[in-house]
């Protein structure tokens, strides 16, 4: 710990974030918990600060350590304090809301998505930053002031990551109508200007290869196709495609590259801080890349006056003017992605440099000298890849649970080619405005870039190299894995062999536990049903695969919800999505969702009249463009796959309604489920084949119920589930052994055969 006494600094930084993120994330540390939290920090900086006497070096220590610890805890509060704000108005009542268009996220036909600045709310000023959802063809753009009436509610707990924009609140909207312009401030143009330049690279290299540069220089993924965050995400190259350290120092070394010729170092090096910080703005501003400059700020000034950059100090005061910068990006989770893979490259490096070392470089043969030259740079992509996949491994569990098994292998190839792509871009910008100069430019960014979407694409198709970390012991791992590797901070010197030991000692723990938890639930079935409303949709994983049933209106908000539900039982693709009825909002909302999660099939019902006819035909060619493979089944015939058989009901309407009913029963050896829509008890039809079952989920979607019915129609079945207000429908409830409303599990629960063989 001595290398700590004068790094008493590093401490201070170290103590101001735990404190406040900790404040801010675990709401256990509030009030007398947070205060002792911090005595136990205070205290642990001052032994590790080398405190050992009371001279007046140790007591100004101690005395800037406790006010780090109160200036943090102070500073939280407020942050914590302006964010619940908004949360007045989440009340569940309409308000009258005056906003401005900060950023357009969607638009279609149908709806529309934007992150407004609220700036006047029931005729009073207000001044908070929202999601606005409109339901209508109406589009609008950056810098509109629109007026709606709208209702708002909390971001839920999977967009946490709203609250790292400022946004804390979503709302909803039936319409707006745009009744002015906002006044034309500096990042309106900057705005403008990142539009207009990643516009141009896609009419000048395509739409593809074009929005995909566009993403890589500019940070804009406006012009990013359908599939491709998935398929980088899948790859493990997702880092590719959200602007970080990668991106800025290639810029800041191509820069330093063509400024060396002309200009002497401290000159230089202001330039470079400048530019760095100019491109953090130009290009939005987020946590990483502001981390990455404040870092590369302190290589360029360390240079300057001749001394010796700490790069772990950096890190740390780097994170700090982040969080001092936007308290709110301790939500973001680039935030800890940024700062972990960093830490794990500054910690891992010089352990894995000091291996490589050992080979050393021909000093007469040339063709020696080059291939070491290319070990070396191919063993850093390796050491740095393998270092920021493992130090961010905790934070990639507890925020989405799913992890590529191939990254480290995938960076091999994509950074050296994202690379050189990069240094192109950086070419091209200017020259793009230079006729036929661009063109050779032009033609390597082209093919460069639709090489990597078309490799990511492949390879993204591979089964089992996208995993869900989502089992009932990854919790306890993980965390002792971050432990683990924050004490590494802490570590006098790492060695090849402690991160070895660490690394496999997690491997094994995590194998062995995967190993029996799935020797012990092969055998299960679960099915999970949820409802919002009148929207609902059943989950079943069955046999190795599982089937995602749409019971709603289409909407994209919801079948993303459905698609999350796959990975709460530990997949990550959606094996089977299935449509059991037809809605306007479903071609929009597969096309969305298929950017989320691979869908590996598509089971669509044949369709019966003019409407479903034209919806079908609409479906079918954007499946065949996405080239997601799809089913027709019929209603009223049963399907069938292996074990899982899948009875759909056949096609029955009230008069009233010209939206078939829903009922469908799911069976595999003695695990039986079914769903029916409750007015399907004021039809003709007998559906007391789909009653005889072990369990029965009852919806309220579908035609509005008239007239109560009986309740012994559902007497056969094992247990019965009521969808939210569906039970009053019934009469004589008290006959059903067990009956349960979902409105109890919080709109969802999940029942679970075991070993169903």
């Not at 003017?321 to 308290?327: E, N, P």
């Not at 449509?579 to 096309?591: D, F, K, P």
């Not at 298929?594 to 499946?623: C, H, M, Q, W």
Request: aromatic share 14%; with cysteine.
């Amino acid at each position: 710990m001595k290398h700590f006494e004068n790094r008493k600094f590093l401490l201070l930084l170290l103590l101001f974030v735990l404190l406040f993120t900790v404040y801010i994330l675990v709401p256990f540390f509030s009030g007398a918990n947070i205060a002792l939290l911090a005595a136990v920090l205070v205290f642990a900086a001052a032994v590790l600060g080398g405190v050992r006497a009371y001279g007046a070096k140790e007591l100004l220590f101690i005395f800037l350590a406790l006010a780090t610890a109160f200036s943090s805890i102070a500073y939280a509060v407020g942050v914590k304090g302006r964010g619940e704000i908004p949360l007045a108005y989440a009340d569940g009542c309409e308000h009258e809301v005056c906003a401005e268009i900060t950023q357009v996220s969607f638009v279609s036909a149908y709806e529309a998505r934007y992150s407004v600045r609220v700036i006047e709310i029931d005729g009073e000023a207000s001044s908070f930053f929202a999601v606005l959802d409109i339901s209508s063809g109406d589009a609008f753009e950056y810098g509109d002031i629109i007026v709606c009436s709208a209702s708002f509610e909390p971001v839920a707990e999977k967009t946490a990551y709203l609250r790292g924009k400022n946004i804390f609140v979503r709302a909803a909207a039936d319409g707006a109508y745009k009744s002015g312009t906002a006044g034309r401030e500096i990042n309106y143009y900057i705005q403008k200007a990142n539009a207009y330049l990643s516009g141009r690279m896609v009419d000048m290299l395509g739409e593809d290869a074009g929005g995909f540069c566009a993403a890589l220089i500019f940070g804009n993924r406006s012009y990013i196709g359908a599939g491709v965050r998935l398929d980088f995400a899948r790859t493990g190259i997702s880092h590719l495609l959200a602007l970080s350290g990668l991106h800025l120092s290639v810029v800041a070394q191509t820069l330093d590259f063509l400024l060396r010729g002309f200009m002497k170092k401290k000159p230089r090096n202001i330039v470079l801080i400048a530019v760095v910080f100019a491109f953090a703005v130009f290009t939005g501003l987020s946590v990483s890349v502001l981390r990455a400059a404040i870092m590369l700020a302190f290589v360029f000034a360390a240079d300057m006056v001749g001394e010796e950059n700490d790069s772990l100090t950096a890190l740390f005061a780097a994170a700090v003017l982040v969080l001092l910068v936007d308290g709110n990006a301790v939500y973001d989770i680039a935030f800890y992605l940024s700062v972990c893979a960093t830490l794990g490259i500054i910690l891992v490096r010089p352990a894995a440099d000091g291996l490589f070392a050992k080979w050393q470089k021909p000093k007469k043969n040339k063709l020696l000298r080059a291939l070491h030259g290319i070990c070396k740079y191919f063993y850093g992509i390796f050491a740095m890849t393998l270092a920021a996949t493992f130090f961010t491994l905790p934070v990639t569990y507890f925020s989405f649970g799913e992890v590529s098994l191939i990254g480290v292998l995938s960076n091999f190839v994509f950074l050296p080619l994202a690379s050189a792509l990069l240094v192109l871009c950086v070419f091209f910008v200017p020259l793009s405005f230079v006729p036929y100069v661009h063109i050779p430019v032009a033609y390597l960014c082209g093919c460069i870039a639709k090489l990597l979407l078309l490799l990511a694409e492949k390879i993204s198709n591979f089964e089992g190299i996208y995993v869900s970390l989502n089992y009932p012991f990854a919790p306890y791992i993980f965390a002792l894995l971050a432990a683990a590797l924050f004490l590494c901070i802490f570590v006098r010197k790492l060695t090849v062999a402690k991160i070895g030991a660490l690394a496999l000692a997690f491997a094994l723990s995590f194998s062995v536990c995967f190993s029996v938890y799935k020797n012990i639930t092969a055998e299960n079935v679960r099915i999970t049903v949820a409802c919002e409303g009148t929207r609902e949709f059943v989950s079943a994983d069955i046999c190795g695969e599982n089937y995602v049933f749409d019971i709603s209106t289409g909407g994209y908000a919801f079948m993303m919800d459905e698609a999350e539900s796959v990975t709460d039982f530990a997949d990550t693709e959606i094996d089977n999505l299935v449509l059991t009825h037809y809605h306007i909002y479903h071609e929009n909302s597969i096309y969305r969702l298929s950017d989320a999660v691979k869908i590996r099939n598509v089971l669509l019902p044949t369709p019966e009249t003019e409407a479903e006819n034209e919806d079908f035909g609409y479906i079918r060619a954007l499946l065949a463009r996405l080239g997601i493979p799809y089913e027709v089944y019929t209603r009223g015939v049963v399907w069938e796959n292996g074990d899982v058989s899948i009875d759909f009901a056949p096609r029955c309407e009230l008069s009233r309604s010209a939206k078939p009913i829903v009922a469908f029963a799911i069976k595999c050896n003695n695990a039986e489920f079914a769903y029916i829509e409750s007015s399907a008890f004021e039809s003709n039809f007998d559906y007391s084949a789909y009653l005889a079952v072990k369990a029965v989920f009852v919806g309220g979607h579908g035609p509005v119920r008239k007239f109560p019915v009986s309740a012994y129609a559902l007497a056969g079945a094992g247990r019965v589930i009521f969808a939210e207000g569906v039970r009053e429908y019934f009469r004589d409830t008290e006959c059903l052994a067990n009956a349960y409303d979902i409105a109890d599990f919080d709109g969802k629960i999940s029942i679970l055969y075991k070993g169903v063989n």
